[in-house]
């Protein structure tokens, strides 16, 4: 899960292989990465100094890469009230940006009022955007977009994003050199409009991590708050999404929601109002050296040790976090049809869930990580005493709840077969994790709903997310498939993911924003 942790490469190492147009774009430009989770958070000692820790978070981890190849500048919400504190005394010493120990970036804090935070995330953010781009709304029941809903755009998630361009806007005035600036992900969709608005100079990068649905299921929200998002999103002059399916959709719903839109779709251009925006997929990846450090670190090789004692002659993996797009309970309830049908693997097999409590101050997460224990009892109560192994009860399904990297990581090495049967997802970078790491040749599930089956599918067995029945079938067909079979694809796996990695998702955007400063992108 290397969108959840990470870590830094030798910069030295790794900065000769930065294209020469990229490099030398970085050499004259000062880049700014806006998002809403800094990369540190701040925490106040008894004795009154600041302690840092390293921000966690999937956009974190993949944007750090940026720091092995120029001093950046990073724009942030206050999350702790460490960060606070750590602004006000910046603002007291006229510190323009606020330099941390140990850190690979620079940083300058968002602080908003926490009930304007608060509506700006749990409101609007999480879980409305969040669970709209993941397809995820009970449409009959929800969303209801009530009087709550109106407060909490006008007065929360309007709010922030004008912070958040306010304090671009004051890094980018006081910089020496022309700013490029990276936005990232769903909560700052507002805020390349406010920038463009201020400074029609600047190079606007926005980078969309999760996925984007088509036009018809955007209607769920109000046209305003549509044509808002779809108006601001074409100020960039680049916009990035993990797969050419989420880039076409946003091309489709920006045709759908404003009226004068000129549209280029073999370049994949859009024309809004003079100015031109460049759609395209950069599909994101792991740092293929960290994940190898991590799995091979002290810490990990003591979870070895106590992971081999669940193992069983198969044994099944997951590693997600525990929310409704990953699908958990379906993944389940595959596994319980698998032993229904063939009961000749009853104390052979067992499936090993880890698992990451996500989200818990929304209630539908709460509500899931219950559904979750559920189905999960309720298949270990139904073949309780079917089997034994080393003379104990076989238990089929063994659940581990807890947000331990190395742990995840230390059991990728031993799986017969990886479940990721996401309904929609991003990217999904445990598909990638798992194929670098496994050691038994292991089989690949993987959902068509996941971003990772445009470059993984050919050497894995697809299935429909909602498709109980077929996942059975594919289980079945992983845990029999001959040997030589698993060990081409598994290495297949192994050799994409390695070549495809992290830097080769930077490289890619860096390419092209050097490209956009020179007028010349034209590369679909």
């Given amino acids: 899960m290397a969108d959840e942790h990470g870590a830094t490469l ?5 900065r000769r292989d930065l294209p020469e147009p990229a490099r030398d774009l970085l050499s004259r430009v000062t880049l700014i990465i806006a998002s809403n989770r800094g990369p540190v958070e701040f925490h106040r000692e008894p004795d009154g100094s600041f302690s840092t820790r390293r921000g966690t978070g999937g956009v974190v981890t993949a944007i750090s890469a940026v720091s092995r190849f120029t001093d950046a500048i990073w724009v942030a919400a206050a999350m702790t009230d460490g960060d606070r504190l750590r602004a006000e005394l910046a603002a007291e010493r006229g510190e323009a940006v606020i330099e941390p120990d140990n850190a690979d970036f620079r940083v300058r804090f968002v602080v908003s009022d926490p009930e304007d935070y608060d509506r700006y995330y749990n409101h609007i953010s999480n879980p409305l955007l969040w669970f709209l781009q993941h397809y995820l709304w009970d449409t009959p029941r929800q969303p209801d977009i009530d009087h709550i809903t109106w407060d909490a755009w006008n007065n929360g998630y309007v709010t922030v994003n004008r912070q958040f361009a306010e304090e671009i806007l004051a890094v980018a005035d006081s910089s020496a050199q022309p700013p490029i600036v990276m936005l990232q992900d769903y909560h700052l969709y507002l805020v390349p409009g406010y920038l463009r608005e201020a400074r029609p100079d600047l190079i606007l990068q926005h980078f969309v991590h999760i996925p984007w649905p088509d036009p018809d299921y955007w209607r769920l929200l109000p046209v305003e708050f549509r044509r808002a998002i779809c108006h601001s999103m074409l100020a960039n002059d680049i916009v990035g999404f993990q797969t050419p399916r989420h880039a076409r959709s946003f091309v489709y719903t920006c045709e759908a929601t404003l009226d004068d839109v000129d549209i280029d779709y073999r370049r ?3 024309r ?5 925006t460049y759609v395209r997929s950069y599909p994101i990846s792991i740092d293929v050296d960290a994940v190898r450090r991590v799995a091979a670190s002290e810490d990990a090789l003591r979870h070895e040790e106590h992971i081999k004692t669940f193992l069983n002659e198969h044994t099944i993996l997951r590693v997600d976090r525990a929310e409704p797009s990953k699908n958990i309970v379906r993944g389940f309830q595959a596994y319980d049809r698998f032993l229904e049908l063939h009961p000749e693997f009853l104390g052979r097999v067992n499936f090993l869930a880890f698992l990451v409590p996500s989200r818990l101050e929304v209630a539908e997460y709460v509500d899931y990580l219950d559904d979750i224990n559920t189905i999960v009892g309720r298949i270990n109560t139904k073949y309780a005493n079917v089997a034994e192994r080393d003379g104990v009860a076989w238990e089929p399904v063994r659940l581990f709840i807890g947000d331990d990297y190395p742990r995840a990581l230390a059991a990728m090495k031993y799986y017969d077969v990886l479940l990721v049967n996401a309904i929609f997802d991003g990217m999904n970078l ?6 670098l790491l496994n050691r038994r040749n292991g089989v690949l ?8 089956y445009q470059q993984l599918s050919e050497h894995a067995l697809s299935v429909s997310p909602a498709d109980v029945e077929s996942t059975a079938h594919a289980i079945y067909q992983a845990l029999t498939m001959p040997p030589e079979q698993r060990a081409y694809h598994a290495q297949a796996l192994r050799r994409l993911v390695i070549e495809q990695d992290i830097l080769a ?3 890619s955007q860096l390419e092209d924003l050097a490209a956009t400063v020179g007028g010349s992108l034209v590369r679909a």
């Fill in 505 to 507: 998702w930077i490289y």
């Fill in 268 to 270: 994949r251009e859009i």
């Fill in 430 to 435: 445990v598909a990638k994790e798992g194929a």
């Fill in 445 to 452: 599930i993987l959902s068509e709903g996941a971003g990772a």
């Fill in 272 to 276: 809004y109002r003079g100015h031109t």
């Fill in 10 to 14: 030798n910069a030295d190492v790794r």
